[in-house]
């Protein structure tokens, strides 16, 4: 069975190139819409739905960079590949942070532009079958999950860095999954096959990071007994992921942004330069920008790391994921232990749902952790919860008890839960099912789907 074809919209001013590019794009199998500009472009998107937007950068109007922004607000899933003519670094930057999935640079060769189309086409086939797989049931708690607005939008970002090969900066309070998000970038890249390799800034001594990033030849330190590979060279081909790069010593910025930079380095003591191919990948969870005004964090290692940026979202905002994350938990868990999934009274699924976790989802792994152990093999019930879970919300008024010695399945559990909490939140917002969705951290359209009722007019 053959899937459908791919349905492109080009936006190009230049009536030669557009019709070059649109006869091109049909020979190769792509079902084409063509426009002169960027209104024309946002009326054809308005009217039909498309895979993939070429589109140019300078557009008489409406922009290309203009018309991509209210693509993507209106569609976040949309992979846009945008035509520029001017080569330097910064519009490549520019057009990377402005949420594109690819660019190329005038001229191009056609087969160049068909090639990077056709690598666009297959990571958005990869990305359907990751978020597929992520949201099914039995998923491993390696993944990103979720359906709450905040969880797309960062599955998207994600989708669309892994296509690029450029540097990520990813930030997040701690225990948001930032090694997690940069293992998905890895995955879904065409580096997949090669080494992901992961360095903890903070946890190397400053005296030993260069080394440690670079190498080192027999006899360049005391100690320093063989010569020693450097986690650039065992990166080599892959990515080299920089945890906690908030915490590198301002000794060492310097020698990291030139390797960046040129792509070679010198082992320690030895005066031979080495080439690499390696795309870096960084995570803090500080605020590297005020940093920068400190003077503790360079700005131009700064600019060289945040080419795109990817903010993981607290559990907070994705409250709506935690019924699915807590079900995924416990079942890891339970095939861990070779248990059957332990049930949970509804006052523990809602201390659950309506917690903080300032800690994020590591906190409430070690939470589910906790309880799996008291309950010794039983239901858990709110007592084998961390007390700061159910004396900080209001989960205590939101349980529903069962008949004395019943306990529910989970899903059954969760599922009423979820109506009855969103039924208070309708009561407290008078019934306007927008401001509900809005407050739940949810789309109108979800909000629908769990009352299975009709949507307001």
């Known amino acids: 069975m053959t899937s459908a074809p791919t349905r492109l919209l080009l936006v190009e001013d230049d009536r030669v190139v557009r019709v070059t590019l649109r006869d091109a794009l049909v020979d190769a199998g792509y079902q084409v819409d063509a426009c002169a500009d960027g209104n024309a472009g946002w009326a054809a998107a308005q009217r039909e739905s498309f895979d993939i937007v070429l589109c140019d950068v300078r557009l008489p109007g409406l922009d290309g960079i203009a018309l991509m922004r209210r693509l993507r607000e209106a569609d976040p899933g949309l992979a846009v590949v945008l035509m520029t003519a001017y080569a ?11 949420g594109a999935r690819d660019y190329v640079v005038k001229p191009f060769e056609m087969e160049e532009l068909l090639l990077r189309l056709g690598r666009v086409r297959r990571e958005r086939e990869l990305s359907a079958q990751m978020e597929q797989a992520a949201r099914g049931p039995g998923a491993a708690t390696g993944a990103i999950r979720g359906d709450s607005p905040a969880t797309r939008l960062l599955l998207d970002r994600i989708d669309a860095a892994a296509v690029s090969d450029v540097s990520v900066l990813i930030t997040g309070e701690t225990g948001t999954g930032k090694e997690v998000c940069a293992h998905m970038i890895h995955q879904a890249s065409h580096r997949a096959e090669k080494p992901f390799v992961a360095v903890n800034c903070a946890a190397i001594p400053e005296n030993l990071l260069e080394s440690e990033l670079f190498g080192h030849e027999k006899g360049a330190f005391t100690g320093a007994e063989r010569r020693r590979e450097g986690r650039f060279g065992v990166a080599d081909g892959g990515i080299l992921f920089l945890d906690e790069v908030g915490e590198l010593p301002v000794s060492q910025q310097a020698k990291l942004l030139r390797a960046l930079e040129s792509g070679t380095f010198e082992p320690v003591g030895s005066s031979t330069s080495r080439t690499v191919d390696v795309r870096i990948l960084a995570a803090t ?10 003077g503790t964090f360079r700005q ?4 060289r790391l945040n080419v795109v940026d990817i903010r993981m979202p607290p559990v907070r905002e994705r409250r709506a994921d935690i019924p699915a994350l807590v079900a995924e938990i416990l079942e890891s868990i339970a095939r861990r232990l070779g248990r059957a999934v332990p049930e949970l009274d509804p006052g523990a699924v809602a201390a659950l749902v309506t917690y903080d976790y300032p800690g994020n989802v590591r906190e409430l792994i070690h939470a589910l952790e906790r309880a799996v152990a008291l309950a010794r093999g039983g239901g858990i019930r709110v007592e084998h919860l961390p007390r700061a879970m159910v004396v900080q919300g209001p989960a205590h008024e939101l349980a529903v008890p069962t008949e004395t010695g019943q306990v529910e399945p989970l899903g059954q559990a969760v599922e009423r839960f979820e109506k009855e909490y969103i039924q208070r939140v309708l009561t407290k917002v008078e019934g306007h099912k927008g401001r509900a969705a809005q407050a739940l951290g ?3 359209k979800s909000l629908w789907q769990r009352l299975k009722g009709p949507p307001d007019r």
């Open 285 to 294: 969870n500080r605020n590297l920008q005020e940093a920068v005004e400190a």
């Open 88 to 98: 330097d670094y910064k519009d490549a930057v520019e057009v990377m942070r402005a």
């Open 442 to 444: 949810i789309s109108r």
């Open 300 to 303: 131009d290692l700064f600019y």
